[in-house]
Each structure stands twice: as structure tokens, then as C-alpha cells.
Antibody
């Protein structure tokens, strides 16, 4: 059974960089797209972007200038960096697997709450 | 403002049937991209409920069904149960965005 687990700081100061890592277990990281999705308090889900196991990325245009994703296939991990954060970036961040760009997200991490506050 | 539009809430009594709509545009659902549905129980991650417009992953009861027509899609739940009380999201691909788009979510209340 594929499992995803997010890790990283739960509190980030305004203007700093949010960094999260997702570790994949129980399955291969190859041949899949790996995505970050967030849910701000009281709001719906927002797609942040995805990275293919080869390193190809695609980001939400609204966040593109602040987002960097990377993948480490040897450690079966992929990561998210979101720079210059503000309170509007406070959200539950989920990592998820998607077989292809047009597919549904079939496996999700449990989510991690990141609060932006001084 | 979400790219896909869903009603904020729906409700129904146990045993009844409810539907949740998801309206998009010519750059997503109307362009022929598949619609997928998720169920998010309180405090948990979203769970894939319907994929490819109308397909159920293994383990999802056949009380849940999906359909798509034109620029819209619908999720139907029959034989409502208390455990169905959750938030439901639709998702598709948008060619203008170049990635996934979600609906704003619909909160289902079982009366």
C-alpha cells in the first residue's frame, strides 16, 4: 500500500521560506507525478504544482514566482519550497500522487498544518 | 473564487438521494478533460471517490456515482448514511492554468 508522509516546520515567519518534504513508501516514485495541494482555513483545495519523477515541474501560475519543487528518487522524497510567505499561505499542506496530469489524485499524505506568524 | 463551481452545501435525510453539481468552462470540463471527485471527512485527507467522470476505485460503495455532460459534472449519493457527512470536491485539468483545478467544495449534511 502506497503511503505518503509530509514533514517540515509547522510555524514559519512572514517573509521567510516554507519548506516541506514528502516521503513515499510502499511503492515506486518512478513513472508518477507528485503534487502539492493546500487547503487554507475555511477555504477549498488549491493546487500548488507537481513534479514528475524525472524532475519536470509545473506550477500554479498564481504561485509560480515563489514555488520550487524538487525530487530525490534515491530517497523516494519530493520537496516544496515556498518563498516570501505571508499569513495568506497559512494552510494544511498535502502531498499527493497523480498517475498523469489529467488523472485524479489516488494517494494523499495526511496533511501538515503550516502557520505563518511572527 | 474557484475555477470549478460547486454549491456550498447540500443536505438530505438518511436513505435519501442527493446530487452535487460541478460547473466548469471550455478550458476544463467543457474541453473534455475528466472530472474526479473526492470525499474529505473532518480531520482527514481527501479520498478519491470517483475518477474518470464515473469510475469508482476499489472499496467505494456503488451508492456513489458520477456523471459528466458538457461543461458540468455531478456526483450522486443514494441511500444517504450518517457516515457520508463530509466535504466533497470536484477536480479537473484546466488548459489555461496548465494544471489541476478544484471546486470550492460542498459540505454534505445528513439530517
Amino acid at each position: 500500500q502506497v503511503q505518503l508522509q509530509e514533514s517540515g516546520p509547522g510555524l514559519v515567519k512572514p517573509s521567510e521560506t516554507l519548506s516541506l518534504t514528502c516521503t513515499v513508501s510502499g511503492g515506486s516514485i518512478s513513472s508518477y507525478y507528485w503534487s502539492w495541494i493546500r487547503r487554507p482555513p475555511g477555504k477549498g483545495l488549491e493546487w500548488i504544482g507537481y513534479i514528475y519523477y524525472t524532475g519536470t515541474t509545473n506550477y500554479n501560475p498564481s504561485l509560480k514566482s515563489r514555488v520550487t519543487m524538487s525530487v530525490d528518487t534515491s530517497r523516494k522524497q519530493f520537496s516544496l519550497e515556498l518563498s516570501s510567505v505571508t499569513a495568506a499561505d497559512t494552510a494544511i499542506y498535502y502531498c499527493a500522487r497523480i498517475p498523469g496530469p489529467y488523472s485524479g489524485y489516488d494517494y494523499w499524505g495526511q496533511g501538515t498544518l503550516v502557520t505563518v506568524s511572527s | 473564487q474557484s475555477v470549478l463551481t460547486q454549491p456550498p452545501s447540500v443536505s438530505g435525510a438518511p436513505g435519501q438521494r442527493v446530487t452535487i453539481s460541478c460547473t466548469g468552462s471550455s478550458s476544463n470540463i467543457g474541453a473534455g478533460y475528466d472530472v474526479h471527485w473526492y470525499q474529505q471527512l473532518p480531520g482527514t485527507a481527501p479520498k478519491l471517490l470517483i475518477y474518470g467522470n464515473s469510475n469508482r476505485p476499489s472499496g467505494v460503495p456503488d451508492r456513489f456515482s458520477g456523471s459528466k455532460s458538457g461543461t458540468s459534472a455531478s456526483l450522486a449519493i443514494t441511500g444517504l448514511q450518517a457516515e457520508d457527512e463530509a466535504d466533497y470536491y470536484c477536480q479537473s485539468f484546466d488548459s489555461s492554468l496548465g494544471g489541476s483545478v478544484f471546486g470550492g467544495g460542498t459540505k454534505l449534511t445528513v439530517l
